[in-house]
């Protein structure tokens, strides 16, 4: 989770949060690499009085600085588009939930298991628990298995939200009369946050995302329980 000392991306919880994450030091490190030899070259010409007469006016300069910049985006380009095209992959989900973003709380249902859905509002302040998250925590979260594929049918009843758990690496848009598709795969137990990222209205900020990964023994009592109530 996000702490106010986090200058870098969350932990990964899931593979298509590591691969974003190891993109992410790629491409900042060949922009590192860029400028520092446009910083170099910039001073050289700011401090130096004397400039070399070919690299104003050669042709063989500017075929160099034409080309390093266009292998540079080839770089970087290819494992984005090779990323862009996991991102979308589905691989046979073995559980489907669909989440409604509503003004303001998310409603999920478990398409898999009968009657089985309910809505997911932020904890209020006055009813949290010591070991609650102000502003993170919601009354009932939504529960998944790890290492199972999941997928993610997303919609909105009213305006367009956004349904963002960073540390999975997903964000995708839920637009009211459309239905979206995104998958993820938790690869360990735990509690992953996340919020609404569209500017929905007056309470954007106040509608919560909370995913308890958990081992497929709880998900199959926790969802006995569900169907009993």
């Not at 090779?82 to 709380?105: A, C, E």
Request: with cysteine; net charge negative.
């Amino acid at each position: 989770m996000a702490t106010w000392k986090t200058l870098l991306l969350q932990d990964g919880s899931s593979p298509l949060m590591e691969q974003l994450s190891f993109f992410h030091d790629h491409t900042l490190l060949v922009l590192v690499i860029i400028t520092i030899l446009v910083g170099q070259l910039m001073s050289s010409l700011f401090f130096n009085k004397f400039i070399h007469r070919f690299l104003l006016e050669g042709q063989l300069i500017e075929i160099i600085w034409t080309v390093l910049p266009a292998i540079t985006l080839i770089f970087i380009a290819l494992p984005s588009l090779r990323l862009i095209y996991i991102l979308d992959d589905t691989n046979n989900p073995l559980l489907t939930v669909k989440t409604i973003g509503h003004q303001w709380y998310w409603s999920y249902e478990y398409s898999d298991f009968k009657s089985l859905e309910f809505d997911s509002y932020m904890t209020p302040i006055n009813e949290m628990k010591p070991w609650n998250f102000r502003l993170l925590d919601v009354d009932n979260r939504v529960v998944a298995p790890f290492k199972t594929q999941i997928r993610m049918l997303v919609t909105a009843a009213d305006v367009i939200h956004s349904w963002t758990v960073p540390a999975l690496g997903v964000k995708i848009d839920a637009t009211p009369g459309r239905l979206n598709q995104t998958n993820f795969l938790s690869n360990r137990a735990g509690l992953l946050y996340g919020q609404c990222s569209e500017i929905c209205g007056a309470n954007h900020s106040f509608m919560p995302i909370v995913i308890e990964s958990v081992t497929p023994n709880c998900f199959i009592k926790w969802i006995s329980k569900m169907m009993e109530l």
